[in-house]
């Protein structure tokens, strides 16, 4: 009997999580960056503007234009990832439970880079993580429905203490999507083998086989 290295074949992600996976992030790239050009048309913070290097739309309706298109590809996504995790039960698996204790130890792991990594398996940091830019994004729809709508959707805007305070919060819902983007994405580079799953919901690996 010997043993040889072969190729292993793990399933990891559905196809339906890892479709609204990637339109999700190609609508939240045009919204970001058409939003940064629309804020850049009426700063917030005084003559604070983002580089119009990094903006998309190139004049205010044409921005507006990218943002409305991207927001309907949002919110019609997230319903599909909604319905199919809470109907398959993926999102309680994945993203409970949420305990202090767990994502205390789990942080303090992670900054002193001792936290492992299991393919498919989320650490109490990271289902805190998404649980958290899923919620920024509910905030970021409804925030901004009510700067779209501040009339018809009176209330909605009065909740979010009227038309400026609700410019604030959708700003601030951004500024959190934005970084759990970054944060996503150095965690892709220092652990680059979980690109190809979300891409073929799998995860191939060399591993000894006895014959």
Not at 91 to 120: K, M, N, S, W, Y
Request: charge should be positive; proline fraction near 6%.
């Amino acid at each position: 009997m010997s043993s040889r290295s072969r190729r292993a074949e793990r399933p990891i992600h559905p196809l339906v999580v890892r479709i609204t996976h990637w339109v999700n992030a190609l609508a939240m790239l045009i919204m970001i960056t058409s939003g940064w050009r629309i804020y850049n048309a009426s700063p917030i913070f005084g003559d604070w503007m983002f580089p119009k290097a990094i903006t998309l739309g190139g004049w205010l309706g044409g921005a507006l234009q990218w943002h409305f298109a991207a927001m309907w590809l949002l919110v019609a996504n997230g319903l599909v990832y909604l319905t199919y995790g809470l109907a398959s039960g993926h999102l309680r698996q994945r993203l409970t439970p949420l305990r202090p204790v767990e994502i205390g130890r789990d942080f303090v792991a992670a900054l002193t880079l001792r936290l492992p990594h299991r393919p498919g398996v989320y650490n109490a940091v990271q289902r805190l993580l998404y649980v958290g830019v899923l919620i920024a994004g509910v905030v970021a729809v409804l925030s901004g429905l009510a700067i779209w709508k501040p009339v018809q959707l009176a209330p909605l805007t009065t909740l979010m203490g009227g038309y400026d305070q609700a410019r604030i919060v959708h700003f601030l819902a951004m500024v959190g999507i934005a970084a759990f983007v970054a944060v996503h994405l150095a965690l892709v580079l220092l652990v680059p083998r979980t690109l190809p799953t979300m891409i073929i919901g799998r995860e191939i690996r060399l591993g000894p086989s006895a014959e």
